[in-house]
């Protein structure tokens, strides 16, 4: 039997890439990628941006209108009870001053109409008389030199 030999290998020329400064299509489809993404980016960061004002604006709208609903609830809930029975019959007993058949209508005076001024004294009861209360500047020089103050 013959031994089997191994088939002569010849050496190859070991294949190198050749980089000559080109841009392959798919290093070009990715940057196109990234600065589509880039631009993207930038205008949604400008909407958020743009609309935050916006958004402090809605809510302050959006609570004035609340409270405008629950003004607007008061009011016509007001407006039910000035139209109702019970009203006209509240003013006019306050307001109005007027009674149901077989009713009286009682209306206090006041205790100072019925009651005499209060007496003047008579001149010859000698009244106390306060002496003048002294200037602003004569308490100061009294307090500042311990003596009084001179008179002018």
């Known amino acids: 039997m013959a031994a089997k030999t191994p088939p002569e290998t010849t050496p190859q020329p070991e294949k190198r890439k050749r980089t000559t400064g080109q841009l392959s299509g798919l290093q070009i489809m990715f940057a196109a990628i990234l600065a589509i993404g880039l631009i993207l980016a930038i205008n949604f960061s400008s909407r958020i941006t743009a609309a935050q004002p916006l958004q402090q604006l809605y809510a302050q709208v959006s609570g004035e209108i609340e409270r405008l609903r629950q003004e607007q609830g008061d009011l016509i809930a007001e407006r039910d009870y000035v139209q109702s029975d019970a009203y006209v019959e509240s003013w006019a007993r306050d307001a109005g001053k007027m009674v149901r058949p077989g ?3 009682v209306i206090p005076k006041p205790a100072e109409i019925g009651t005499e001024p209060t007496p003047v004294p008579p001149p010859d009861i000698p009244l106390e008389i ?3 209360e002294p200037d602003t500047w004569q308490v100061w020089w009294a307090l500042f030199f311990d003596s009084p103050p001179p008179k002018f």
Do not use: D, V
């Open 103 to 105: 009713e009286i209508l």
């Open 130 to 132: 306060a002496p003048p």
